[in-house]
Structure formats: structure tokens, C-alpha cells
């Protein structure tokens, strides 16, 4: 079984994979998630990295993935909820896309925190759970509704789950904007994108691995957000 894993889902393409390729390569023992064979798992697994097929879309998806740690997994080092689907209004009146939203994005987290509790006070050191949401939490979005909502929820768990897996377990947020264009973004919508921020840049993955290095070595940071944001909040 896999003693102080390190799992990040989501991770077979952008954030996710430059996050597990970091961290395997600096001697943790990653457990990654994908719902479909690709490249970037491919990396991950010539790099050493588990991966395992979960698509968290469903109740049942969630609990096969749970299902999965409890046999293989002894004690979990990280815990790093990545997974996450941008979807937007684009004018439906739909339900079913908030359902969609609050699954991936809070009931995947939610169940799979309390899961495995035990599993991660068993590390060797104190444990981290990581809720990646967004900036627009603080804001709102009036075209990713349903999107900015369930990334709402999911912040508030850290509040929760700081309190209750204290002291064990350190729960934080990283709340970013803009990381990395989408291969289809055109040039008008990134210009537009770049001036939202005082730095006005496209920061990348990197921004990311660096918080959670931070927050895995902190011994104090606990019920937190990380705001990766380039001063989107001062620039206008
Ligand atoms: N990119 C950015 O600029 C920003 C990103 N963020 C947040 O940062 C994190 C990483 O962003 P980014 O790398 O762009 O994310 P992606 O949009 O690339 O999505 C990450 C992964 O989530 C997985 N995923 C999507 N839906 C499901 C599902 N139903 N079940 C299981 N896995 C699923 C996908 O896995 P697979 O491909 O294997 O299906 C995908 O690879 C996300 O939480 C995002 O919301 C916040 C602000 C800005
Ligand atoms: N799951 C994802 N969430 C978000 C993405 C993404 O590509 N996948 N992208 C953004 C945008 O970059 C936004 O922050 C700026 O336009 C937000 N969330």
C-alpha cells in the first residue's frame, strides 16, 4: 500500500500535471487522477506517478475513486482537489449545469475529505488538504454563475475542515485568476483578460507549484486562502 501519497486530481493536463511532475520529481509519491488516457498521463506514469481513471461527475464516480484509496493507499502526505470543469451560463436556464458545478467541485471534495481522514492523520507529518477555487469567488461572475457558486462552496470546506482535522491536518485554498489561456482563447479575449490585473500577465503553472511547496512546508497556515491573483482587486 502507498504510504504518504500525495493526491492531486485532475492532474493529466496543465495545472495539474505540472503540479504532479513537480512534486514526484522532488521525492513525494504522487497519486494522480485522469478520466481519459492522454499524453500528460502517459508523462506521468514514465515519471513514476499512479494514475487512476475517476471521473467525479457522479456520486458513484466519487465513491469508486474513494473506494480505490482505501485499498491501495495506507496514509495520504497531500491531498490537492485540482479537478475542475470552467463551464459557463452562455444563456441556459439549466439546473442540471449547477448540479454538474456543486458535484465536481464540492461533493467530490466533500466526500473524499471525509473519506480518508484517518488516512491522512496516519502520514508520517502533518497533512495537507489543498481546495484550488478562483478569484472570482470574491467577486462573482456573471458569466460562469454556476461555476463561481460551487468554487464559493468549495472554499467555505476549508473553513470546515481546518477546524475539524485540526491539529493533523492543515486545510487551505489557493484562489487564483488568470493562470493559463485556454488553447482556443483568442487574441482579443487575452488582451482583454491581461489588463484585468496590475501585473497584467499570464503567470502559468509554475504560480501554482510554488504556493503549494509553500503551504506544504508551513507549519501555520491553516483555514487560509493564497490569492494568486496579479492585483486584479486594485486594478480597478
Ligand atoms: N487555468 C486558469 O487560468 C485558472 C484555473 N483555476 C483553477 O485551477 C485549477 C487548475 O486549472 P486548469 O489546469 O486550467 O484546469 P483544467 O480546466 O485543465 O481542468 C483540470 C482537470 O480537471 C479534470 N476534470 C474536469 N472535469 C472532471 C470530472 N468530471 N471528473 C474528474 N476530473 C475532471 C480534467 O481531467 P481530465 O482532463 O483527465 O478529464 C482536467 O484535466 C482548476 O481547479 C481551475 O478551476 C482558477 C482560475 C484560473
Ligand atoms: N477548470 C478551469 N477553471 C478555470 C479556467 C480553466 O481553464 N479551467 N480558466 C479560468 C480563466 O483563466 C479565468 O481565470 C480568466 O479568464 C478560470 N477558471
Redesign the pocket.
Known amino acids: 500500500m502507498l504510504e504518504n501519497a500525495v493526491i492531486i486530481?485532475?492532474a493529466?493536463?496543465?495545472?495539474?500535471l505540472a503540479l504532479a511532475l513537480h512534486l514526484q520529481h522532488n521525492g513525494f509519491q504522487v497519486v494522480a487522477?485522469?478520466?481519459?488516457p492522454r499524453k500528460g498521463v502517459e508523462q506521468l506514469q514514465a515519471a513514476g506517478v499512479t494514475c487512476v481513471q475517476?471521473?467525479?461527475?457522479s456520486t458513484q464516480g466519487v465513491k469508486t475513486f474513494i473506494n480505490w484509496i482505501d485499498d491501495k493507499v495506507k496514509s495520504i502526505r497531500a491531498l490537492v482537489h485540482?479537478?475542475?470543469?470552467?463551464c459557463a451560463e452562455k444563456g441556459r436556464i439549466d439546473a442540471e449545469l449547477l448540479k454538474y458545478m456543486m458535484q465536481?467541485h464540492v461533493e467530490a471534495p466533500y466526500l473524499i475529505n471525509l473519506s480518508v481522514e484517518d488516512k491522512l492523520v496516519a502520514a508520517s507529518e502533518t497533512a495537507d488538504i489543498i481546495h484550488?477555487t478562483?478569484?472570482t469567488v470574491e467577486k462573482g461572475s456573471d458569466k460562469h454563475i454556476a461555476y463561481c457558486a460551487s468554487k464559493a462552496a468549495l472554499d467555505n470546506l476549508t473553513l470546515s475542515f481546518a477546524k475539524k482535522f485540526a491539529p493533523k491536518v492543515k486545510v487551505n485554498t489557493i484562489a487564483?485568476?488568470?493562470?493559463?489561456f485556454n488553447q482556443d482563447d483568442d487574441e482579443a479575449y487575452r488582451v482583454k483578460t491581461l489588463k484585468k490585473s496590475v501585473l497584467g500577465i499570464e503567470p502559468g503553472a509554475q504560480e501554482v507549484v510554488e504556493a503549494v511547496a509553500f503551504i506544504l512546508k508551513s507549519n501555520y497556515m491553516t483555514g487560509r486562502q493564497l490569492k494568486l491573483d496579479g492585483g486584479r482587486h486594485i486594478a480597478f
Open positions: 486530481t485532475g493529466a493536463q496543465r495545472v495539474g487522477t485522469y478520466r481519459s475517476a471521473d467525479f461527475s485540482n479537478a475542475s470543469d470552467w465536481i484550488i478562483d478569484y487564483p485568476s488568470l493562470l493559463m
